[in-house]
């Protein structure tokens, strides 16, 4: 479908007092006392940009002696300009304009001023206002040339994937035996199916590792994590349409899938996992990862995460991340970074920008994570038993996308799709929406 038709669709989406694409219930806010955007902006935020602050210091500390005094002399104003946004946020002021002259500045500015003009942190949409703290982080170090592409989340990455080797290894291991049944067992259909639901739970879970939700500790005990991907997959899936996804992808034959990616590191590899299965499995012919544009809700991956997650693995699974290199090279998988993934926007806008073209071209796109997913349904206050189809708006529009699949981990207050009785059943389960132990699978034909 061209661009001019995907504009037309997104008319039913649009108000009709301003023409406007709004979310469809109220959004999440973090002017809403005690909910977890409220204890967000209010602590983990802070949290987060105190972490930054330090890490850009550490960096300064750093600094070789024969360092050009510029650079010190910037990096001081980086550190006063993540300070003054911790302060403006805190205080609920205005998410004002950004000010430096990226290429995506403009759509952002134009989204401010059209959606949310002078609102206050607490005030705005808090999908708006989380996507805006990280897009400011971005505007702290791009004002100072010498820190334009400084990454100061990679420290963290880089320390929690170190942590993750040991099950990362073991994982590995067992995926071998998958991988070298992949083709053998093209006959056994069950033998695929069950092997497929397997990789899929190794990445869904692989979600639960987000260093944001740990606002920079590094208590996350993985070990625990990879025993229940192989054990218990399947407890705490609270939506679970994985027989549905495994049927559309087994039904595939070369095709080209997409991840849109999320976490770098552990997660990622998971990942990297189901997508190699998926190839020597005959299924995709072609694997596109839609990667971050610049450091993203901390642990997001970006195109130098990528690499450097397979650096890191290298030395530990060396024939695995030489298969993984050669894929690379040959053109079966590549990278791709759009710089949609790091707007404000809810993916009810993703017709009318040119990334909706790109995942045109795919057979099947995965979506992970919980970002993913609240820009998937709107963030905003849904029942739980809306169905996934009706929360994704235009996105259910047959030919919009490719049939698309979301692995999440719950993160936050937004979930749809449940049965009545799942409903029910987690009502007495306390923060159930957030903890990070229950998880989706929703799957749009
Ligand atoms: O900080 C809030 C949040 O958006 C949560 O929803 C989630 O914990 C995290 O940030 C991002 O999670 P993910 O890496 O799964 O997208
Ligand atoms: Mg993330």
């Known amino acids: ?10 008319d039913k989406w649009k108000s009709a007092k301003d023409g406007l694409i709004h979310a469809p219930r109220p959004p999440l806010a973090g002017k809403h006392t005690g909910t977890f955007a409220f204890y967000t902006i209010r602590d983990r935020i802070p949290v ?48 004002r304009p950004l000010e430096d002259s990226l290429p995506d500045a403009p759509v952002w500015n134009e989204f401010l001023a059209t959606y949310w003009p002078n609102a206050g ?3 705005a949409a808090w999908l708006a206002q989380e996507c805006y703290v990280y897009r400011r982080i971005r505007e702290a170090l791009a004002l100072s040339p010498a820190w334009a592409d400084y990454d100061p989340f990679r420290l963290d990455k880089a320390i929690s994937l170190e942590k993750s080797i040991p099950v990362l290894t073991l994982l590995s291991a067992h995926v071998d035996g998958l991988v070298q049944h992949a083709a053998a067992d093209a006959a056994d259909e069950h033998a695929r199916a069950t092997a497929l639901g397997e990789l899929i739970m190794f990445s869904l879970w692989g979600n639960a590792v987000d260093l944001s939700l740990l606002a920079g500790s590094h208590s996350l005990d993985t070990a625990a994590l990879g025993d229940k991907m192989i054990r218990e997959a399947a407890a705490g899936v609270v939506v679970n349409d994985l027989d549905r996804v495994v049927r559309a992808l087994l039904a595939l034959r070369g095709g080209r899938v997409d991840f849109v990616l999320d ?6 590899t998971a990942d990297l996992l189901l997508a190699e299965w998926l190839v020597a499995a005959g299924l995709a012919s072609h694997v596109v990862f839609h990667v971050k544009a610049f450091p993203w ?67 099947f796109v995965i979506f992970k994570g919980d970002l993913n997913y609240r820009k998937l349904v709107f963030d905003c206050a849904w029942d739980v038993t809306t169905p996934f189809n009706e929360a ?45 132990k229950h998880a989706v699978i929703s799957f749009k034909e």
């Open 48 to 95: 987060i940009l105190t972490k930054v602050i330090n890490d850009v210091n550490q960096a300064l500390f750093k600094l070789p002696a024969d360092a050009p005094p510029a650079t010190a002399e910037e990096g001081k104003a980086v550190i006063e300009r993540l300070a003054a946004l911790r302060y403006q946020m805190q205080r609920d002021h205005p998410m």
């Open 1 to 10: 479908m061209m661009q001019s038709n995907s504009m037309q669709l997104l």
């Open 263 to 268: 976490n770098a590191g552990f997660e990622l």
């Open 297 to 363: 809700f901390v642990s997001d991956t970006t195109t130098a995460d990528f690499a450097e997650t397979l650096d890191t693995l290298a030395p530990h699974l060396p024939s695995r991340v030489a298969h993984w290199r050669a894929l690379l090279s040959e053109g079966k998988w590549r990278t791709h970074v759009d710089p949609f993934w790091t707007l404000p926007h809810a993916y009810y806008h993703l017709p009318s920008f040119p990334v909706a073209d790109e995942l045109r071209m795919a057979d």
């Open 121 to 123: 942190h607490f005030q």
């Open 392 to 436: 994704i708006g235009p996105l259910a529009v047959p030919g919009v996308l490719p049939p698309f699949v979301s692995l999440r981990t719950c993160k936050s207050d937004v979930c749809v799709g449940l049965t009545a009785e799942t409903a029910a059943a987690l009502e007495g389960v306390k923060d159930w929406m957030v903890s990070g």
